[in-house]
């Protein structure tokens, strides 16, 4: 840490690792998601790093996601599937990023964009299957069909994937087999329409490694990618990359019957030292977990107590020996003892996922192994396996 109150140092061998691994548990394709700046751990350097491990495709949500790969010199595919009437078709289209739509007046906005620019906009297709949140449904999938065989005709656009999101892979093998059924459908209604897609995906982390009749062409994998096993009670050899370090900024010896805090929700039942960290809510501690949270200080884990406030918490160091700026690991692998992102999200009552993309902007990331991923990685034939391995370690 250099004059920094605390650091994320992002894993990139990690990332790396974890999508080597997803890619042997599957004969299809990897898309790494890096939507929501790659899970909070960067998501260039990640990009970089997947690309590297595997992966042949880059996911996002957002136009703006998809052009800062592009910005950053990154020329693997990307897909971004969250657009608005408002997006700017023509500039993704200019940038050669695929887009999702899912419903017909997208289309008409994509088709509109590609005449103004003059160039084939690369549509996917996405039909809900069964998640019930993005994707035409099965009553609204000829039209959408009907209007994208229609400006494939035209040479507007080209259909190039149908897809759709699974809502139950990390839960019920009912649910996948279920909406794994209905997108079989939908494709076999779409090339009867006359559409010929070069991609079909469906999978997630959780059924990159469990349920290979979802994977057909192409995995779209998040959070394994960033080293969280996706199924719970289940363990596929991946390792968490990103590390949140900080340090003892003040510390203080208390009397028993102290209140901590807003609110003195704790207070004190025995003499103890209390050990002040630099980070709060808005940094992506979770506010309520005060009584559950522990961190790793002085090789121990410790409890956070009292109200975690929105830039430092308290943690009860007991009789250990605390000084400013010992050092301090809120979160990691887990190799020392210090908690991992699952923990947390236990503690929480959340997902991984939001404990990781909850940590703040005020938190630099750090990328460990940078320089073995900065060059673009190209993507055809064996180029990124041929590329990862001269930077294994
Ligand atoms: C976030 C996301 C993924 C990745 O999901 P994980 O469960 O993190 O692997 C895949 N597809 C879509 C549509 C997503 O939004």
């Given at each position: 840490m250099t004059g920094e109150l605390a650091e994320a140092v992002v894993d990139l061998a990690a990332i790396a690792g974890n999508v080597e691994r997803i890619a042997g548990a599957t004969t299809a394709a990897v898309m790494a998601v890096v939507k929501a700046d790659g899970f909070g751990h960067g998501a260039v350097p990640v990009a970089r790093a997947a690309l590297a491990g595997g992966a042949t495709w880059l996911g996002v949500t957002s136009a703006a996601e998809a052009l800062e790969l592009r910005a950053a010199g990154l020329t693997a595919p990307v897909l971004s599937w969250l657009h608005g009437p408002r997006t700017d078709f023509a500039a993704l289209a200019a940038a050669e990023v695929d887009v999702s739509v899912a419903a017909p007046e997208l289309l008409d906005a994509v088709a509109a964009a590609a005449r103004a620019t003059g160039r084939t906009a690369q549509v996917h297709l996405k039909i809900?299957?069964?998640?019930?949140?993005?994707g035409a449904t099965a009553e609204g999938w000829p039209e959408l069909v009907a209007w994208a065989r229609k400006y494939e005709r035209e040479g507007v656009?080209?259909?190039r994937g149908l897809w759709s999101h699974l809502a139950?892979?990390?839960?019920?093998p009912y649910g996948v087999t279920a909406q794994t059924a209905a997108f079989a459908e939908a494709v076999a209604y779409a090339r009867d329409a006359g559409l010929d897609p070069e991609l079909l995906h469906l999978a997630n982390s959780a059924a990159a490694f469990t349920?290979?009749?979802?994977?057909?062409?192409l995995v779209r994998a998040g959070i394994a990618v960033y080293g969280?096993?996706?199924?719970?009670?289940?363990?596929?050899?991946l390792r968490p990359a990103l590390t949140l370090r900080t340090q003892v900024i003040m510390a203080k010896r208390v009397p028993a019957g102290t209140g901590v805090s807003y609110r003195h929700t704790h207070v004190t039942d025995r003499p103890t030292t209390l050990a002040l960290i630099p980070l709060g809510f808005a940094d992506g501690?979770?506010?309520?977990v005060d009584g559950r949270a522990q961190v790793l200080l002085g090789g121990r884990r410790l409890p956070i107590i009292g109200r975690v406030a929105m830039d430092q918490c308290v943690v009860d160091a007991g009789d250990l020996d605390v000084r400013i700026g010992d050092p301090v690991t809120?979160?990691?692998?887990?190799?020392?003892?210090e908690p991992t992102a699952a923990d947390w999200a236990a503690w929480a009552g959340t997902n991984p996922h939001e404990i990781l993309t909850g940590i703040g902007t005020r938190v630099p990331r750090h990328h460990d192994g940078k320089g073995a991923f900065t060059a673009d990685v190209?993507?055809?034939?064996a180029l990124p396996f041929l590329h990862h391995g001269r930077k294994r370690r």
């Amino acid at each position: 840490m250099t004059g920094e109150l605390a650091e994320a140092v992002v894993d990139l061998a990690a990332i790396a690792g974890n999508v080597e691994r997803i890619a042997g548990a599957t004969t299809a394709a990897v898309m790494a998601v890096v939507k929501a700046d790659g899970f909070g751990h960067g998501a260039v350097p990640v990009a970089r790093a997947a690309l590297a491990g595997g992966a042949t495709w880059l996911g996002v949500t957002s136009a703006a996601e998809a052009l800062e790969l592009r910005a950053a010199g990154l020329t693997a595919p990307v897909l971004s599937w969250l657009h608005g009437p408002r997006t700017d078709f023509a500039a993704l289209a200019a940038a050669e990023v695929d887009v999702s739509v899912a419903a017909p007046e997208l289309l008409d906005a994509v088709a509109a964009a590609a005449r103004a620019t003059g160039r084939t906009a690369q549509v996917h297709l996405k039909i809900d299957t069964g998640m019930s949140r993005h994707g035409a449904t099965a009553e609204g999938w000829p039209e959408l069909v009907a209007w994208a065989r229609k400006y494939e005709r035209e040479g507007v656009l080209a259909v190039r994937g149908l897809w759709s999101h699974l809502a139950t892979a990390d839960s019920s093998p009912y649910g996948v087999t279920a909406q794994t059924a209905a997108f079989a459908e939908a494709v076999a209604y779409a090339r009867d329409a006359g559409l010929d897609p070069e991609l079909l995906h469906l999978a997630n982390s959780a059924a990159a490694f469990t349920a290979p009749h979802t994977h057909f062409d192409l995995v779209r994998a998040g959070i394994a990618v960033y080293g969280v096993e996706p199924v719970p009670d289940r363990a596929f050899g991946l390792r968490p990359a990103l590390t949140l370090r900080t340090q003892v900024i003040m510390a203080k010896r208390v009397p028993a019957g102290t209140g901590v805090s807003y609110r003195h929700t704790h207070v004190t039942d025995r003499p103890t030292t209390l050990a002040l960290i630099p980070l709060g809510f808005a940094d992506g501690i979770p506010r309520g977990v005060d009584g559950r949270a522990q961190v790793l200080l002085g090789g121990r884990r410790l409890p956070i107590i009292g109200r975690v406030a929105m830039d430092q918490c308290v943690v009860d160091a007991g009789d250990l020996d605390v000084r400013i700026g010992d050092p301090v690991t809120v979160l990691g692998p887990g190799d020392s003892g210090e908690p991992t992102a699952a923990d947390w999200a236990a503690w929480a009552g959340t997902n991984p996922h939001e404990i990781l993309t909850g940590i703040g902007t005020r938190v630099p990331r750090h990328h460990d192994g940078k320089g073995a991923f900065t060059a673009d990685v190209r993507v055809e034939g064996a180029l990124p396996f041929l590329h990862h391995g001269r930077k294994r370690r």
